[in-house]
């Protein structure tokens, strides 16, 4: 089965901290994204790899940057935490051309920024 | 561009009730149609897919069918039990976009005993 582990279920920080959230996947698949899900608003892409050290993105990267040093990991950084980037951050990969498509989660880190 | 539209929620059945979750898209190209669902405080899990017009994905009783002539891909049960209470995505994948998806805005569930 394929798996996607991110660093913390939870995690509580202050506004302005530097902020690194770890995804990990142990299935070689080429793609991985991040995603921030808000009630009411779905799930929103915020950057995507599709190779080591490469990244694209997405539709609100604002405020955020990622690397990808590693196939298997994929990090999303947050520069100068703020109130408005508390919510769920979803990790997922997926196989690349060779693949349908379909994405494998994470289990989510819900960050409180106070 | 890309897009999939699905049955606002909130959704309330009983259980032993009959489900469906509407869902139709429209897209560039030749997608593939997903539906995954999302337990309270998980993270999203593929529940079935189809690829091609005329599929029809199944999995733990749920269906759906690729209908490319009405462009949906509408979710079933023919009876929901509690534990199906959750959050289904609509999402649809096109080989030329990369490997990014399109989701729905999701539909909660709820199935009271």
């Known amino acids: 089965d394929v798996k996607v582990t991110q660093s913390s279920r939870y995690l509580v920080k202050r506004t302005g901290e530097k902020v690194f959230l770890e995804c990990v996947q142990d299935?070689?698949?080429?793609?991985m994204f991040w995603y921030r899900q808000d009630p009411g608003l779905g799930l929103r892409l915020i950057y995507f790899?599709?190779?080591?050290?490469?990244?694209e993105k997405g539709d609100i990267p604002e405020g955020y940057s990622v690397s990808r040093e590693k196939k298997e990991r994929f990090s999303l950084i947050l520069e100068s935490a703020s109130t408005n980037q508390t919510s769920m951050y979803l990790c997922?990969?997926?196989?690349?051309?060779?693949?349908?498509?379909?994405?494998?989660f994470g289990p989510g880190t819900r960050l409180t920024v106070t | 561009g890309n897009s999939v539209t699905q049955m606002e929620g909130p959704v309330t059945l009983s259980e032993e009730a009959f489900l469906t979750i509407n869902c139709t898209y429209t897209?560039?190209?030749?997608?593939?149609l997903f539906w995954y669902v999302q337990y309270p405080g998980e993270g999203l899990q593929l529940l079935l897919k189809?690829?091609?017009?005329?599929d029809k994905g199944s999995n733990k009783g749920f269906e759906a069918t690729y209908r490319k002539e009405t462009t949906s891909f509408h979710l079933e049960k023919g009876s929901v039990q509690v534990s199906d209470s959750a959050v289904y995505f609509c999402?649809?994948?096109?080989?030329?976009?990369?490997?990014?998806?399109?989701f729905g805005d999701g539909t909660t569930l709820t199935v009271k005993p």
């Open positions: 299935m070689d698949h080429e793609n």
């Open positions: 997922a990969s997926s196989y690349g051309l060779a693949g349908l498509g379909e994405q494998y």
């Open positions: 790899s599709y190779d080591v050290k490469m990244k």
């Open positions: 897209a560039t190209g030749y997608p593939s």
């Open positions: 999402a649809l994948s096109v080989a030329t976009n990369a490997g990014k998806s399109t």
């Open positions: 189809a690829t091609k017009a005329d």
